[in-house]
């Protein structure tokens, strides 16, 4: 069910966005992940760390597969714009690896330091790289561009770069309204003008395949915005389904994308097809 936002207190709206408090074994699944992401990283050294802008976190992170002509699997970290790294995610490189395609990784600098509106050119400028760049590096093919939770927000405006041909925007954030009623504001500080420009609810339809994806157990806000999102889409003749990932939470759902059988990589070929 839906929530009547007007009527929630505060305590009750930061609740509706804390996922870390939705789902009881956060800490251990996000440690197991880092682990995992370490060792897939240290397996495969040859093409990491590789600049696209000045500052630290401006940096790629390239898997090739082999097949430069093999599309290219692109994942966006979440974290609410304010936590997480590119590092700590390269295991999601392994079921694109395992299916012949390549796979890239992308950090963007994070709030407080940077605002929202410098966290998107970065993606846009990582893509710039990326198509100027990639053939350089073994990553020729078409760009599938996925996200997860914020991440999901930042592939919903990346599509709109001419080097994305489908996207999977995986338990995102595509309003940007009721965030700033929430405690993740308090490092946001969003302003009008940015909820107007970055929230994918607001912008022109993309009219590329973009499959909008969440968890069946995520929270009703995190489902809302993507039945939401994706209905939008729809009315606009917009191509791309909306995906429920049976029984998954907001952190579990990612090895739907991760696993080589998993039902959102399968999801990123049908969307090239």
Same mark, same amino acid.
């Given at each position: 069910?839906?929530?009547?936002?007007?009527?929630?207190?505060?305590?009750?709206?930061?609740?509706?966005? *804390?996922?870390?408090?939705?789902? /009881?074994?956060?800490?251990?699944?996000?440690?197991? +992940? *880092?682990?995992?992401?370490?060792?897939?990283?240290?397996?495969? %050294?040859?093409?990491?760390?590789?600049? &696209?802008?000045?500052?630290?976190?401006?940096?790629?992170?390239?898997?090739?597969?082999?097949? %430069?002509?093999?599309?290219?699997?692109?994942?966006?970290?979440?974290?609410?714009?304010?936590? *997480?790294?590119?590092?700590?995610?390269?295991?999601?490189?392994?079921?694109?690896?395992?299916?012949?395609?390549?796979?890239?990784?992308?950090? &963007?600098?994070? /709030?407080?330091?940077?605002?929202? @509106?410098?966290?998107?050119?970065?993606?846009?400028?990582?893509?710039?790289?990326?198509?100027?760049?990639?053939?350089?590096?073994?990553?020729? #093919?078409?760009?599938?561009?996925?996200?997860?939770?914020?991440?999901?927000? =930042?592939?919903?405006?990346?599509?709109?770069?001419?080097?994305?041909?489908?996207?999977?925007?995986?338990?995102?954030? &595509?309003?940007? #309204?009721?965030? +700033?009623?929430?405690?993740?504001?308090?490092?946001?500080?969003? @302003?009008?003008?940015?909820?107007?420009?970055?929230?994918?609810?607001?912008?022109?339809?993309?009219?590329?395949?973009?499959?909008?994806? &969440?968890?069946?157990?995520?929270? $009703?806000?995190?489902?809302?915005?993507?039945?939401?999102?994706?209905?939008?889409?729809?009315?606009?003749?917009? $191509?791309?389904?909306?995906?429920?990932?049976?029984?998954?939470?907001?952190?579990?759902?990612?090895?739907?994308?991760?696993?080589?059988?998993?039902?959102?990589?399968?999801?990123?070929?049908? =969307?090239?097809?």
């Amino acid at each position: 069910m839906d929530l009547d936002w007007a009527r929630l207190t505060q305590r009750e709206r930061d609740a509706a966005y *804390n996922n870390m408090s939705a789902v /009881a074994d956060a800490e251990a699944l996000i440690a197991a +992940r *880092n682990a995992d992401s370490e060792a897939f990283r240290a397996a495969h %050294p040859g093409h990491l760390d590789l600049a &696209y802008g000045a500052s630290p976190r401006e940096a790629w992170d390239l898997y090739p597969g082999g097949d %430069p002509s093999a599309p290219t699997l692109v994942f966006i970290h979440g974290g609410y714009w304010q936590r *997480n790294r590119r590092e700590d995610f390269a295991c999601m490189a392994e079921g694109a690896l395992a299916m012949g395609w390549n796979a890239a990784l992308c950090g &963007y600098s994070l /709030a407080p330091e940077a605002r929202l @509106t410098r966290i998107v050119w970065q993606i846009h400028a990582a893509l710039d790289w990326l198509s100027a760049h990639g053939a350089e590096h073994g990553l020729g #093919g078409p760009v599938v561009l996925t996200g997860w939770s914020a991440g999901g927000h =930042l592939a919903a405006l990346g599509a709109e770069h001419p080097v994305v041909t489908a996207a999977i925007c995986i338990s995102g954030i &595509y309003d940007l #309204g009721p965030i +700033r009623d929430t405690y993740l504001n308090a490092a946001l500080k969003l @302003t009008d003008e940015e909820i107007l420009e970055l929230s994918p609810m607001r912008r022109p339809v993309v009219q590329k395949p973009i499959g909008i994806a &969440y968890g069946g157990r995520e929270l $009703p806000e995190l489902c809302r915005q993507s039945r939401v999102f994706h209905a939008l889409r729809a009315e606009a003749q917009a $191509p791309g389904p909306l995906w429920p990932v049976p029984g998954a939470d907001h952190f579990r759902v990612l090895e739907a994308l991760r696993r080589p059988d998993g039902a959102l990589l399968r999801l990123a070929a049908e =969307l090239l097809r």
